[in-house]
């Protein structure tokens, strides 16, 4: 099956820092989403990626989608406390008639220190 | 702003028994989803559900597992004779349509099997 690896695993870094993460795939997906999840609840969608080479703002956040489609990346700038948690990548492959589900990656854990 | 609700938060069973899980998606939605997520591990695809049929399922949703969605609102998961291994957090996801690829998630199911 399709895999996505996240790099780095986890990261330390101090509020204030930006933090910059990313997302491989051996294979070639349609859309790229990024969310985010806090202990023992549900990913919450941060950004949505539509297009090869799209580059996306949301606040202190920015994403692209790369050229060869099989790869993105992630930006926080600024990070606060609040950032902690664990942010997934996740792939979509658009095929007709089905209900297109999502492969997500391996998770890249955020600690901040103050 | 609508979001996907899930119930129980936490539901604890013996290994054997059937357990039902819970979701209301977002209404108007038309594409529902459940995924798991085993403790420390990524977020992985268990089935998608259109039109009132299943759209597709993951080699995980073996014929233990079944969705419904008994009337027009709620969207259930199945699991019939619960295994430990079956232990971990169930996401419920909906998106609203054909052009709209984004899954928002519900807030998950803590399943224990004892």
């Known amino acids: 099956g399709q895999q996505l690896n996240q790099s780095p695993q986890s990261m330390f870094i101090q509020e204030g820092e930006d933090v910059s993460m990313n997302c491989t795939s051996s294979?070639?997906?349609?859309?790229w989403l990024w969310y985010k999840q806090d202990p023992g609840e549900g990913p919450v969608l941060l950004i949505a990626?539509?297009?090869?080479?799209e580059l996306t703002s949301n606040g202190r956040l920015t994403a692209q989608f790369g050229i060869t489609r099989k790869d993105s990346f992630l930006n926080i700038s600024a990070s606060i406390p609040s950032d902690v948690g664990i942010y997934f990548c996740?792939?979509?492959?658009?095929?007709?008639?089905?209900?297109?589900?999502?492969?997500f990656g391996t998770g890249t854990r955020l600690q901040v220190t103050l | 702003e609508p979001e996907v609700t899930q119930t129980p938060s936490h539901q604890v069973t013996q290994m054997g028994q059937e357990v039902i899980l819970r979701c209301v998606p977002i209404s108007n939605h038309l594409y529902f989803y459940w995924y798991r997520q085993i403790l420390g591990q990524k977020v992985e695809f268990l089935v998608s559900?259109?039109?009132?049929?299943?759209?597709?399922k993951s080699e995980i949703f073996d014929d233990q597992f079944s969705v419904e969605r008994p009337d027009g609102s709620n969207f259930t998961l199945k699991i019939r004779s619960t295994k430990l291994e079956d232990s971990a957090m169930y996401f419920c996801?909906?998106?609203?349509?054909?052009?709209?690829?984004?899954?928002?998630f519900g807030p998950g199911t803590r399943l224990t099997v004892l």
């Open positions: 990626l539509y297009k090869a080479g």
């Open positions: 559900f259109y039109n009132n049929e299943i759209s597709e």
């Open positions: 996740a792939g979509l492959i658009l095929n007709t008639g089905t209900a297109s589900k999502l492969t």
């Open positions: 996801a909906s998106r609203l349509s054909d052009r709209q690829y984004t899954q928002y």
């Open positions: 294979s070639i997906f349609n859309t």
